[in-house]
Protein backbone atom coordinates (compact mmCIF):
# COMPACT_ATOMS: atom_id res chain seq x y z
CA UNK A 1 0.00 0.00 0.00
CA UNK A 2 3.07 2.65 0.80
CA UNK A 3 4.13 1.94 -2.61
CA UNK A 4 1.15 2.64 -4.70
CA UNK A 5 0.55 5.80 -2.30
CA UNK A 6 3.59 7.24 -3.44
CA UNK A 7 3.40 5.88 -6.81
CA UNK A 8 -0.35 8.36 -6.94
CA UNK A 9 1.66 11.14 -5.72
CA UNK A 10 4.46 10.84 -8.62
CA UNK A 11 2.00 10.34 -11.09
CA UNK A 12 -0.11 13.20 -10.40
CA UNK A 13 2.97 15.56 -10.06
CA UNK A 14 3.80 14.49 -13.45
CA UNK A 15 0.57 14.84 -14.36
CA UNK A 16 0.64 18.96 -13.15
CA UNK A 17 4.16 19.86 -13.85
CA UNK A 18 3.58 18.63 -17.78
CA UNK A 19 0.70 20.45 -18.02
CA UNK A 20 2.44 23.13 -16.23
CA UNK A 21 5.41 23.02 -18.93
CA UNK A 22 3.94 22.73 -21.61
CA UNK A 23 0.83 25.49 -20.78
CA UNK A 24 3.50 27.91 -20.92
CA UNK A 25 4.19 27.62 -25.00
CA UNK A 26 0.65 26.70 -25.73
CA UNK A 27 0.07 30.29 -26.25
CA UNK A 28 3.32 30.80 -28.64
CA UNK A 29 2.02 27.54 -30.71
CA UNK A 30 -1.48 28.03 -31.07
CA UNK A 31 -1.16 32.00 -32.03
CA UNK A 32 1.90 31.46 -33.46
CA UNK A 33 0.35 29.13 -36.02
CA UNK A 34 -2.18 31.45 -37.52
CA UNK A 35 -0.78 34.84 -39.70
CA UNK A 36 -2.90 37.37 -38.36
CA UNK A 37 -2.83 36.01 -34.79
CA UNK A 38 0.84 36.45 -35.56
CA UNK A 39 0.74 39.89 -36.82
CA UNK A 40 -1.00 40.88 -33.64
CA UNK A 41 1.07 39.32 -31.21
CA UNK A 42 4.33 39.39 -32.41
CA UNK A 43 5.03 41.85 -34.72
CA UNK A 44 2.39 44.80 -33.84
CA UNK A 45 1.88 43.71 -29.86
CA UNK A 46 -2.07 44.35 -30.04
CA UNK A 47 -2.39 41.62 -27.96
CA UNK A 48 -2.80 42.03 -23.88
CA UNK A 49 -4.46 41.04 -20.78
CA UNK A 50 -7.10 42.55 -18.71
CA UNK A 51 -7.32 41.49 -15.40
CA UNK A 52 -10.49 40.78 -14.98
CA UNK A 53 -13.98 43.10 -15.32
CA UNK A 54 -17.72 42.33 -16.54
CA UNK A 55 -16.58 43.14 -20.23
CA UNK A 56 -14.24 45.13 -22.12
CA UNK A 57 -14.93 48.74 -22.05
CA UNK A 58 -13.27 50.79 -24.71
CA UNK A 59 -14.18 55.17 -25.04
CA UNK A 60 -14.01 55.83 -28.76
CA UNK A 61 -14.40 59.01 -30.19
CA UNK A 62 -17.31 59.86 -32.82
CA UNK A 63 -17.36 63.49 -32.77
CA UNK A 64 -15.03 66.76 -33.38
CA UNK A 65 -14.35 69.52 -31.45
CA UNK A 66 -16.62 71.91 -32.66
CA UNK A 67 -14.89 74.91 -30.86
CA UNK A 68 -11.80 74.57 -33.06
CA UNK A 69 -11.92 77.50 -35.63
CA UNK A 70 -9.84 80.18 -36.60
CA UNK A 71 -9.50 83.44 -35.26
CA UNK A 72 -8.66 87.43 -34.99
CA UNK A 73 -7.22 89.14 -32.33
CA UNK A 74 -10.15 89.65 -29.74
CA UNK A 75 -12.74 87.66 -31.07
CA UNK A 76 -14.80 85.27 -29.02
CA UNK A 77 -13.18 82.00 -28.27
CA UNK A 78 -15.88 79.12 -28.12
CA UNK A 79 -15.90 77.18 -24.66
CA UNK A 80 -18.91 75.11 -25.48
CA UNK A 81 -17.94 71.65 -23.33
CA UNK A 82 -17.35 69.11 -25.93
CA UNK A 83 -18.27 65.21 -25.22
CA UNK A 84 -17.54 63.80 -28.36
CA UNK A 85 -17.01 59.89 -26.92
CA UNK A 86 -18.88 56.84 -26.47
CA UNK A 87 -18.34 53.29 -25.30
CA UNK A 88 -17.72 49.91 -26.92
CA UNK A 89 -18.80 47.32 -24.82
CA UNK A 90 -17.55 43.63 -25.71
CA UNK A 91 -17.79 40.09 -23.75
CA UNK A 92 -15.71 37.99 -22.29
CA UNK A 93 -15.78 34.51 -24.29
CA UNK A 94 -13.92 31.20 -22.88
CA UNK A 95 -12.87 28.44 -24.57
CA UNK A 96 -11.90 24.88 -22.91
CA UNK A 97 -10.30 21.59 -23.64
CA UNK A 98 -10.29 18.79 -22.18
CA UNK A 99 -7.00 16.45 -20.96
CA UNK A 100 -8.07 12.94 -19.39
CA UNK A 101 -6.49 10.35 -18.58
CA UNK A 102 -7.84 6.88 -17.24
CA UNK A 103 -6.94 4.95 -14.41
CA UNK A 104 -5.68 1.68 -17.02
CA UNK A 105 -3.71 4.27 -19.32
CA UNK A 106 -2.22 5.17 -15.95
CA UNK A 107 -0.92 1.40 -15.40
CA UNK A 108 -0.24 0.42 -18.63
CA UNK A 109 2.18 3.77 -19.14
CA UNK A 110 3.21 3.53 -15.59
CA UNK A 111 6.58 4.51 -15.41
CA UNK A 112 8.31 8.43 -16.45
CA UNK A 113 9.45 6.99 -19.27
CA UNK A 114 6.08 5.79 -20.53
CA UNK A 115 4.30 8.01 -19.16
CA UNK A 116 5.77 11.46 -20.08
CA UNK A 117 5.23 10.30 -23.97
CA UNK A 118 2.10 9.59 -23.44
CA UNK A 119 0.89 12.64 -21.79
CA UNK A 120 2.44 14.86 -24.66
CA UNK A 121 0.59 13.09 -27.38
CA UNK A 122 -2.85 13.67 -25.55
CA UNK A 123 -1.70 17.44 -24.28
CA UNK A 124 -0.36 17.90 -28.64
CA UNK A 125 -4.27 16.50 -29.15
CA UNK A 126 -5.10 18.96 -26.82
CA UNK A 127 -3.28 22.28 -28.28
CA UNK A 128 -3.87 20.78 -32.28
CA UNK A 129 -7.46 20.91 -31.90
CA UNK A 130 -7.59 24.73 -30.06
CA UNK A 131 -5.58 25.96 -33.14
CA UNK A 132 -7.97 24.51 -35.74
CA UNK A 133 -10.65 26.20 -33.42
CA UNK A 134 -9.34 30.28 -33.15
CA UNK A 135 -8.73 29.38 -37.05
CA UNK A 136 -12.13 29.03 -37.37
CA UNK A 137 -13.49 31.86 -34.93
CA UNK A 138 -11.31 34.01 -36.39
CA UNK A 139 -13.00 34.10 -39.77
CA UNK A 140 -16.28 33.88 -37.98
CA UNK A 141 -19.10 36.08 -36.76
CA UNK A 142 -19.41 35.07 -33.28
CA UNK A 143 -20.53 37.40 -30.11
CA UNK A 144 -19.76 40.89 -31.56
CA UNK A 145 -21.79 42.51 -28.57
CA UNK A 146 -22.72 42.08 -25.01
CA UNK A 147 -26.40 40.65 -26.14
CA UNK A 148 -25.44 37.93 -28.80
CA UNK A 149 -26.21 34.67 -27.49
CA UNK A 150 -23.18 32.75 -29.28
CA UNK A 151 -20.51 31.44 -27.11
CA UNK A 152 -17.94 31.93 -29.63
CA UNK A 153 -15.41 34.88 -29.64
CA UNK A 154 -16.35 37.59 -32.70
CA UNK A 155 -14.34 37.22 -36.03
CA UNK A 156 -13.40 39.32 -38.89
CA UNK A 157 -17.01 38.61 -40.61
CA UNK A 158 -19.11 40.46 -37.92
CA UNK A 159 -16.29 43.23 -37.09
CA UNK A 160 -14.99 43.84 -40.80
CA UNK A 161 -18.02 43.05 -42.58
CA UNK A 162 -19.60 42.83 -46.08
CA UNK A 163 -22.60 44.66 -44.86
CA UNK A 164 -21.87 46.92 -41.85
CA UNK A 165 -25.24 47.66 -40.81
CA UNK A 166 -25.82 44.11 -40.53
CA UNK A 167 -23.37 43.85 -37.33
CA UNK A 168 -23.45 46.56 -33.73
CA UNK A 169 -19.64 45.49 -33.45
CA UNK A 170 -19.09 46.92 -29.56
CA UNK A 171 -23.14 47.28 -29.74
CA UNK A 172 -22.60 50.35 -31.54
CA UNK A 173 -25.15 50.68 -34.52
CA UNK A 174 -23.67 49.61 -37.56
CA UNK A 175 -25.77 52.54 -39.66
CA UNK A 176 -23.54 54.98 -38.08
CA UNK A 177 -21.59 56.27 -41.23
CA UNK A 178 -18.54 57.35 -38.93
CA UNK A 179 -18.22 53.54 -37.28
CA UNK A 180 -18.59 51.76 -40.49
CA UNK A 181 -15.43 49.63 -42.49
CA UNK A 182 -14.79 50.26 -45.72
CA UNK A 183 -16.20 47.81 -48.79
CA UNK A 184 -15.18 47.40 -52.32
CA UNK A 185 -17.05 44.74 -54.30
CA UNK A 186 -16.65 43.75 -57.94
CA UNK A 187 -19.96 45.75 -59.38
CA UNK A 188 -21.54 42.75 -60.50
CA UNK A 189 -18.67 42.05 -63.18
CA UNK A 190 -15.75 39.17 -61.42
CA UNK A 191 -12.40 40.82 -60.78
CA UNK A 192 -9.80 40.19 -63.26
CA UNK A 193 -6.34 39.44 -62.61
CA UNK A 194 -4.43 39.82 -65.76
CA UNK A 195 -3.53 42.67 -67.32
CA UNK A 196 -4.85 43.47 -70.71
CA UNK A 197 -1.61 44.57 -72.69
CA UNK A 198 -3.05 44.57 -76.11
CA UNK A 199 -3.82 48.08 -77.98
CA UNK A 200 -5.36 49.71 -75.15
CA UNK A 201 -3.50 48.73 -72.25
CA UNK A 202 -5.77 47.71 -69.32
CA UNK A 203 -5.07 47.42 -65.34
CA UNK A 204 -6.79 44.23 -63.86
CA UNK A 205 -9.54 45.19 -62.07
CA UNK A 206 -8.67 43.39 -59.25
CA UNK A 207 -5.51 45.53 -58.85
CA UNK A 208 -7.36 48.73 -59.18
CA UNK A 209 -9.88 47.40 -56.65
CA UNK A 210 -7.15 46.67 -54.36
CA UNK A 211 -5.40 49.65 -54.52
CA UNK A 212 -8.93 51.36 -54.16
CA UNK A 213 -9.63 49.72 -51.00
CA UNK A 214 -6.13 50.38 -49.54
CA UNK A 215 -6.29 54.08 -50.30
CA UNK A 216 -10.17 54.11 -48.51
CA UNK A 217 -8.73 52.31 -45.46
CA UNK A 218 -5.78 55.32 -45.21
CA UNK A 219 -8.44 58.42 -44.79
CA UNK A 220 -8.03 59.98 -41.83
CA UNK A 221 -5.68 59.68 -39.14
CA UNK A 222 -4.19 56.24 -37.82
CA UNK A 223 -2.26 55.70 -40.65
CA UNK A 224 -3.22 52.79 -43.49
CA UNK A 225 -3.45 49.09 -43.01
CA UNK A 226 -0.80 46.97 -42.21
CA UNK A 227 -2.28 43.75 -41.97
CA UNK A 228 -3.98 41.67 -45.23
CA UNK A 229 -5.74 38.57 -44.72
CA UNK A 230 -7.16 36.53 -47.60
CA UNK A 231 -8.14 33.28 -49.30
CA UNK A 232 -5.75 31.49 -51.32
CA UNK A 233 -7.20 32.11 -54.76
CA UNK A 234 -6.44 36.06 -54.52
CA UNK A 235 -3.76 35.73 -52.78
CA UNK A 236 -1.92 33.13 -55.82
CA UNK A 237 -3.65 35.45 -58.51
CA UNK A 238 -2.02 38.69 -57.17
CA UNK A 239 1.17 37.03 -56.83
CA UNK A 240 0.99 34.92 -60.24
CA UNK A 241 0.91 38.85 -61.93
CA UNK A 242 4.21 39.87 -59.85
CA UNK A 243 6.39 37.11 -60.56
CA UNK A 244 8.20 38.88 -64.38
CA UNK A 245 8.67 42.22 -61.68
CA UNK A 246 10.48 41.85 -58.11
CA UNK A 247 8.29 40.56 -55.26
CA UNK A 248 8.53 41.81 -52.07
CA UNK A 249 8.21 40.39 -48.33
CA UNK A 250 8.28 40.72 -44.73
CA UNK A 251 11.30 38.55 -43.92
CA UNK A 252 11.05 38.46 -40.38
CA UNK A 253 7.34 36.94 -40.99
CA UNK A 254 8.84 34.68 -43.62
CA UNK A 255 11.32 33.49 -41.50
CA UNK A 256 8.24 32.82 -38.49
CA UNK A 257 7.01 30.07 -42.00
CA UNK A 258 4.33 32.40 -43.80
CA UNK A 259 4.80 33.39 -46.69
CA UNK A 260 3.68 36.82 -47.51
CA UNK A 261 3.78 39.81 -49.91
CA UNK A 262 4.39 43.42 -49.54
CA UNK A 263 1.32 45.73 -50.93
CA UNK A 264 2.56 49.05 -49.62
CA UNK A 265 3.02 49.26 -46.39
CA UNK A 266 0.69 46.02 -46.12
CA UNK A 267 1.97 42.81 -45.26
CA UNK A 268 -0.14 39.90 -46.67
CA UNK A 269 -0.89 36.23 -46.73
CA UNK A 270 -3.71 33.85 -46.89
CA UNK A 271 -5.30 32.15 -44.70
CA UNK A 272 -7.42 28.70 -45.46
CA UNK A 273 -10.52 29.78 -42.90
CA UNK A 274 -10.97 33.01 -44.80
CA UNK A 275 -14.59 33.92 -45.93
CA UNK A 276 -17.14 36.19 -45.79
CA UNK A 277 -21.03 36.61 -45.93
CA UNK A 278 -21.12 36.26 -49.82
CA UNK A 279 -17.75 34.21 -50.48
CA UNK A 280 -17.54 30.37 -48.67
CA UNK A 281 -14.12 29.21 -47.56
CA UNK A 282 -14.28 26.60 -50.65
CA UNK A 283 -15.04 29.65 -53.29
CA UNK A 284 -12.36 31.86 -51.31
CA UNK A 285 -9.93 28.76 -51.75
CA UNK A 286 -10.13 28.24 -55.65
CA UNK A 287 -12.58 30.85 -57.39
CA UNK A 288 -13.45 34.22 -55.34
CA UNK A 289 -11.95 36.94 -54.24
CA UNK A 290 -11.80 37.62 -50.15
CA UNK A 291 -9.49 39.88 -48.77
CA UNK A 292 -9.52 41.98 -45.25
CA UNK A 293 -7.27 45.13 -45.20
CA UNK A 294 -6.50 45.58 -41.22
CA UNK A 295 -5.10 48.27 -39.51
CA UNK A 296 -3.84 47.11 -36.08
CA UNK A 297 -2.92 50.22 -34.17
CA UNK A 298 -7.88 49.46 -33.93
CA UNK A 299 -7.53 45.68 -33.44
CA UNK A 300 -6.34 43.80 -30.79
CA UNK A 301 -6.74 40.24 -28.94
CA UNK A 302 -7.75 41.06 -25.20
CA UNK A 303 -7.53 37.98 -22.58
CA UNK A 304 -8.39 37.50 -19.03
CA UNK A 305 -4.76 37.42 -17.32
CA UNK A 306 -5.10 34.35 -15.55
CA UNK A 307 -6.97 32.75 -18.08
CA UNK A 308 -4.27 32.16 -21.47
CA UNK A 309 -4.19 28.80 -21.47
CA UNK A 310 -3.61 28.05 -18.29
CA UNK A 311 -4.88 24.41 -16.75
CA UNK A 312 -7.34 23.70 -13.79
CA UNK A 313 -5.48 21.07 -12.38
CA UNK A 314 -6.04 17.08 -12.61
CA UNK A 315 -9.01 16.28 -10.78
CA UNK A 316 -10.20 12.90 -10.22
CA UNK A 317 -14.83 12.73 -10.92
CA UNK A 318 -16.46 10.90 -8.15
CA UNK A 319 -18.18 8.25 -10.38
CA UNK A 320 -14.92 7.52 -12.71
CA UNK A 321 -11.21 6.02 -11.80
CA UNK A 322 -9.90 8.56 -14.59
CA UNK A 323 -8.04 11.85 -13.95
CA UNK A 324 -9.29 15.25 -16.18
CA UNK A 325 -7.85 18.63 -16.26
CA UNK A 326 -9.44 21.84 -18.48
CA UNK A 327 -6.72 23.98 -20.73
CA UNK A 328 -8.73 27.40 -20.92
CA UNK A 329 -8.66 30.47 -22.45
CA UNK A 330 -11.13 33.41 -22.18
CA UNK A 331 -10.78 36.64 -23.93
CA UNK A 332 -11.52 38.33 -26.91
CA UNK A 333 -11.17 39.71 -30.38
CA UNK A 334 -11.93 43.72 -30.64
CA UNK A 335 -12.07 46.23 -33.02
CA UNK A 336 -12.09 49.88 -31.43
CA UNK A 337 -12.19 51.71 -35.10
CA UNK A 338 -13.65 50.04 -37.80
CA UNK A 339 -13.28 52.62 -40.35
CA UNK A 340 -10.06 52.00 -40.73
CA UNK A 341 -10.61 48.51 -41.56
CA UNK A 342 -11.78 47.24 -45.19
CA UNK A 343 -13.11 43.72 -46.93
CA UNK A 344 -12.18 42.95 -50.75
CA UNK A 345 -15.05 40.52 -52.29
CA UNK A 346 -15.97 39.11 -55.65
CA UNK A 347 -19.21 40.06 -54.86
CA UNK A 348 -21.90 42.76 -55.36
CA UNK A 349 -21.95 44.20 -52.90
CA UNK A 350 -22.67 48.41 -51.38
CA UNK A 351 -19.01 49.88 -51.70
CA UNK A 352 -18.60 52.02 -48.86
CA UNK A 353 -15.95 54.43 -49.87
Given amino acids: ?79 TPQDPFTDLLYPWCELAASVSISRAEERKNSGRARLLPFLEKLINNAEMTLIEVFAEALMGTGKYNINQTTKEMAGLRSLVPEDPTAYDAGGLDGDKSWWQNKVKGNGGSTFTWIADLGDT ?101 IYDAESLFTHTGFVKPDNQTAKVAQIVFMGMLVVTNRRKQGILVDANVTDIE
Fill in 1 to 79: MPDQRTDTRVIDSLLALTLDYRGADMADAIFGSNYFYYMLKEQVGAFRSQDGGAFYREPIMYGVNSTAKWYSGYDIIDT
Fill in 201 to 301: PAVATGHKALIRLYNNCKKGPGGPPDIGVSGQYVYEMYEAGLLPHKRLQNDEVARADFDNIKFRKLTWSWDEWCCSASITKSQAATTHACMYMLNSKFLEV
